[in-house]
């Protein structure tokens, strides 16, 4: 089983904020490959299923960014997971606006909650980082990160979370590089 973990803020207010791409991206996962509805578990959202022959947890933290980590953690001891079977889905500011990457491992590079699932299991789990660019200065940023996409945004993020959740069997598979080439060439139509 693998544990697939959208960060975001829990709450309508936050839906269509930058920061909270990573619950988009895993909902349009659930959607796409038809998962269980959702349901309260280890203090967030869970949805359950298949892409290929994995079996699948979705996971939405209701526990804010900031303190992600004790969600994923809670999951991860219930199905007894180690951290290489998690992979989380987050804004990345230091890509490009709708550019995805995946690596194994790192820091936070100031993602709180990425520093927070660090501090609950370590730092040996795979990121899917999607990039909503910067705001040009680094005392703009929590306004940037924390406000909505713009009505201009609208269709390439809709584009992104498509190309995610279609080509999400080769992340299911662990094959990352095809994944960010797929994806790459669904976006550059």
Do not use: C
């Amino acid at each position: 089983m693998q544990l697939w973990v959208g960060l975001g803020n829990p709450g309508p207010q936050y839906a269509m904020h930058r920061h909270n791409i990573g619950f988009m991206a895993v909902d349009a996962i659930a959607e796409v490959h038809g998962f269980s509805p959702s349901a309260k578990k280890f203090q967030g959202w869970v949805q359950e299923g298949r892409i290929g022959g994995q079996k699948l947890l979705l996971l939405k933290p209701a526990t804010f960014m900031n303190d992600s980590g004790r969600a994923v953690r809670a999951a991860m001891d219930f199905y007894k997971l180690e951290p290489q079977a998690v992979t989380l889905f987050y804004d990345e500011l230091d890509l490009a606006p709708f550019r995805v990457k995946v690596k194994q491992g790192g820091g936070a590079a100031g993602h709180n909650g990425i520093r927070s699932t660090i501090a609950h299991i370590g730092e040996d789990f795979r990121r899917v980082r999607l990039g909503i660019g910067h705001p040009g200065h680094k005392d703009r940023v929590t306004g940037y990160v924390l406000g909505n996409f713009a009505k201009a945004e609208i269709e390439d993020l809709t584009d992104l979370l498509g190309a995610v959740a279609a080509e999400a069997g080769w992340l299911a598979e662990g094959q990352d590089a095809r994944f960010m080439s797929d994806v790459a060439v669904r976006m550059a139509r």
